[in-house]
């Protein structure tokens, strides 16, 4: 197993010491609104939804009116073998993804998240087609993006808004785009829960884009 793939598992460890054995997930669902720009869950009933790069806490917990719930991340296998009665109670399916293709077929997902996920890819303009090749014409895209960082082992991906430009949203008819500073560690989202969002271009931030796959 890599570097990149045993601090990963390292760090969903952490996180279920700290959570004292089960994940806590309540977080998702008002950040994933928010994304999204929907009231409430109503917006994914019947619908296939999914996350890549979920991570092992159950982050479609929430979207229980939703046809199929799908975690995508490429350590799903790990997270079952090792978190496995905390996958088992989330109600969700986790999909093993490689670093080359997610495993589904094409044109089957109608709203699919990322969140701070894309830029722990080997290869991003890869994974960026992938993500645009599942997703239903007129499917929905709601992606988070941590802009400017520099690469490192578990995230060896330096993100811009033109490479994501490039990549991803010239493929997908973006509906909203918003960029904002980081707010403080464990509440870095909270700047697009109120209003004006601040960035300064070149800087390190936090993109959201809301889009959809033309018809």
């Known amino acids: 197993m890599t570097i990149k793939y045993n601090a990963e598992l390292a760090f969903w460890r952490s996180r279920l010491e700290i959570n004292q054995g089960v994940f806590y997930n309540g977080h998702y669902e008002r950040i994933m609104l928010a994304m999204a720009q929907e ?18 806490r159950g982050s479609l917990v929430w979207a229980s009116t939703a046809a199929l719930r799908i975690g995508i991340d490429v350590l799903a296998d790990c997270y079952a073998d090792e978190f496995t009665d905390n996958i088992l109670s989330h ?15 094409s044109a089957m997902v109608d709203i699919l998240f990322t969140m701070n996920a894309i830029d722990h890819v080997d290869h991003f303009e890869k994974m960026c087609a992938e993500i645009v090749r599942v997703l239903k014409p007129g499917g929905a895209f ?6 400017e960082e520099p690469a490192s082992a578990t995230e060896p991906q ?3 808004e033109k490479r994501i430009k490039e990549a991803l949203l010239d493929h997908l008819k973006i509906q909203c785009y918003r960029v904002s500073n980081s707010g403080p560690i464990g509440h870095e989202y909270e700047p697009f829960f109120t209003d004006p969002l601040t960035y300064e271009p070149g800087q390190p931030g936090i ?4 889009a959809r796959k033309p018809a």
């Open 142 to 147: 709601n992606g988070s993006f941590n802009l």
């Open 207 to 210: 993109l959201w884009v809301r």
């Open 91 to 105: 109600g969700m399916i986790y999909l093993k993804s490689t670093e080359q293709v997610i495993p589904l077929p």
């Open 158 to 160: 330096h993100l811009t």
């Open 39 to 56: 009231p409430d869950a109503e917006f994914v009933r019947g619908k296939v939804v999914a996350d890549f790069g979920c991570g092992p």
